[in-house]
Nanobody
Framework: QVQLQESGPGLVKPSQTLSLTCTVSGGSITTNYYYWSWIRQPPGKGLEWMGAIAYSGSTYYSPSLKSRTSISRDTSKNQFTLQLSSVTPEDTAVYYC???????????????WGKGTLVTVSS
């Protein structure tokens, strides 16, 4: 019964940093072999995996977003966070946190999803 909940501002100004927090309940973000991801969906477009932080604390990022993305965690709060810098209106999207256990290479499914939160980038 792992549950994930996104939180953070729904409006961010261009050039600023988008910051979101995912609060996890029902399971620990340090559970062996689990990975904790951020995924977004711009209006009218498909899902885009942004990056993840592993149970060990190692991070992984989409090549297209790596230069602007930072994922971190606070194990004492069982939370992990997303920071996306230098945002533009093209970063407007529903942002999801999600989690998965270890998989075979090429399997991109997630075991658990948050409900998502809309972040609008606008001046």
């Amino acid at each position: 019964q792992v549950q994930l909940q996104e939180s953070g501002p729904g409006l961010v100004k261009p050039s600023q940093t988008l910051s979101l927090t995912c609060t996890v309940s029902g399971g620990s973000i340090t559970t062996n072999y689990y990975y904790w991801s951020w995924i977004r969906q711009p209006p009218g477009k498909g899902l885009e995996w942004m990056g993840a932080i592993a149970y060990s604390g190692s991070t992984y990022y989409s090549p297209s977003l790596k230069s602007r993305t930072s994922i971190s965690r606070d194990t004492s709060k069982n939370q992990f966070t997303l920071q996306l810098s230098s945002v533009t209106p093209e970063d407007t999207a529903v942002y999801y946190c999600a989690s998965r256990g270890a998989r075979q290479a090429g399997d991109y499914s997630m075991d658990y999803w948050g409900k998502g939160t809309l972040v609008t980038v606008s001046s």
